[in-house]
């Protein structure tokens, strides 16, 4: 069975795609807002900056919540920090080599006095931004 492209139906449905496509582009995307937790790559101007030893937890929390409600991914760009506001966000960067990476504040601690030299590192931490109102946990669904 041979299907006919070239009716008055097809007209009328490619006629109606375009004009779909045409409000789709022009009228609805320009006034459709990015996403609330849609944040800058790169934040420039640090509110405060200070020099700090970072430690690495691990494994060993894995699965567990922390002080904010989540659930702890180890693999996850997040930190602890004694006093800091939970959400606050940071960027980390290693004096030796320059790199850095940005992370969220979702815990406390760290709560040992004596930290062990393997998984230790000096860092220089900005803050960057600290949340106006307390934002409710990511679910594990999210």
Excluded at 17 to 34: D, E, G, Y
Excluded at 95 to 121: C, M, Q, T, W
């Amino acid at each position: 069975m041979r299907v006919n492209n070239h009716g008055p139906r097809a007209r009328f449905f490619y006629a109606w795609a375009a004009i779909r496509w045409i409000l789709l582009m022009f009228v609805v995307a320009p006034v459709v807002q990015a996403p609330a937790l849609a944040r800058a790559v790169e934040p420039t101007k640090p509110i405060k900056v200070w020099q700090a030893v970072a430690s690495w937890y691990g494994g060993k929390f894995q699965g567990r919540k922390t002080a904010y409600g989540e659930i702890y991914n180890m693999y996850a760009l997040t930190a602890a920090h004694p006093t800091l506001p939970m959400g606050s966000l940071l960027r980390v960067a290693n004096p030796k080599n320059g790199r850095s990476r940005l992370v969220r504040v979702n815990d406390r601690g760290p709560y040992f006095p004596g930290i062990a030299e393997i998984g230790v590192a000096q860092v220089r931490i900005e803050l960057l931004e600290v949340p106006k109102r307390r934002c409710p946990p990511k679910r594990a669904a999210d």
